[in-house]
Nanobody, 115 residues
Framework: QVQLVESGGGLVQPGGSLTLSCVAS????????MGWYRQAPGKQRELVAR???????TYGNSVKGRFTISKNNAKNTVYLQMNSLKPEDTAVYYC?????????WGQGTQVTVSS
């Protein structure tokens, strides 16, 4: 079992920045991949960023060059640094991992980009 808890969401103006955090607990010693997804109202959940192993990173096309995923293994935490935020980045952001054939999700954190 793995538990994921996100934090760091909020309201930010267009062009601003936010950093999301996701702390993993439970049977985490074999976690190899962690990612961030988001879901806006009326839209499907989409991949924002994923980190595989120590440093293999993948980003969704809409966030490339603006968002950065990183992790701190000592703190069992994965981060999403979001810069140059746009209104279309407004969504609930979810932390995700897969382990032993099961997929795990956090409860989500709301990010709203608005003036």
């Amino acid at each position: 079992q793995v538990q994921l808890v996100e934090s760091g969401g909020g309201l930010v103006q267009p062009g601003g920045s936010l950093t999301l955090s996701c702390v993993a607990s439970g049977s985490i010693f074999r976690i190899y991949t962690m990612g961030w997804y988001r879901q806006a109202p009326g839209k499907q959940r989409e991949l924002v960023a994923r980190i595989i192993g120590p440093s293999n990173r993948t980003y969704g096309n809409s966030v490339k060059g603006r968002f950065t995923i990183s992790k701190n293994n000592a703190k069992n935490t994965v981060y999403l640094q979001m810069n140059s935020l746009k209104p279309e980045d407004t969504a609930v952001y979810y932390c995700n991992t897969a382990l032993g054939g099961s997929e795990y999700w956090g409860q989500g954190t709301q990010v709203t980009v608005s003036s």
